[in-house]
């Protein structure tokens, strides 16, 4: 038994800038093989962020973080461990990153100091005709 595309919010490694959810795939060469619990650590900047003990569920798309508040721009280490119907246990880890965390910064949309310049429709944006083209550059 193995667990493969360890994914933090859809994405393998990813950057986030909020608090992250969490995704692995069992597979195994037996038949009717299920997940009884799962058991994920989080490890940041010299600690351990979350532990979310043993959780009895069949839960792995999703998993949503319980930890403590992440970093902006710090490395996190992720595993898994999964516990299967028939007792075998698998164990698999991963990493992702932070950016900027959301609750961190703000910022509003850049805009002009003066109003913009009304263009007449269907120039694309440009006020110049052919005839003035052509004056403009000879």
């Known amino acids: ?5 360890l994914k933090v919010n859809s994405q ?10 969490f995704s692995w795939v069992i597979t195994s ?5 299920m997940q009884t619990s799962y058991h994920i650590t989080v490890t940041g900047p010299g600690e351990v962020v979350w ?23 710090s ?12 007792g075998e246990k698998a164990a698999a880890s991963s990493s992702f ?14 805009k002009s100091p003066s109003p913009m310049k009304k263009v007449k429709p269907g120039t694309g944006g ?6 003035n083209l052509m004056h403009e550059t000879v």
Not at 12 to 21: Q, S, T
Not at 126 to 131: G, H, L, V, Y
């Open 126 to 131: 440009q006020n110049i005709s052919a005839k």
């Open 12 to 21: 393998y490694r990813p950057c986030v800038d909020e608090a992250p959810y």
């Open 51 to 73: 532990d979310s003990g043993v959780v009895e569920s069949d839960k792995s798309t999703f998993v949503e973080y319980n930890g403590k508040p992440l970093k902006s721009l």
């Open 75 to 86: 490395d996190y280490s992720w595993t898994v461990e999964v516990t299967v119907n028939n």
């Open 1 to 5: 038994m193995e667990l493969i595309r």
């Open 97 to 110: 990153e932070t950016g900027f965390m959301k609750k961190e910064w703000t910022a509003e949309w850049v």
């Open 29 to 33: 060469g037996k038949k009717n093989v």
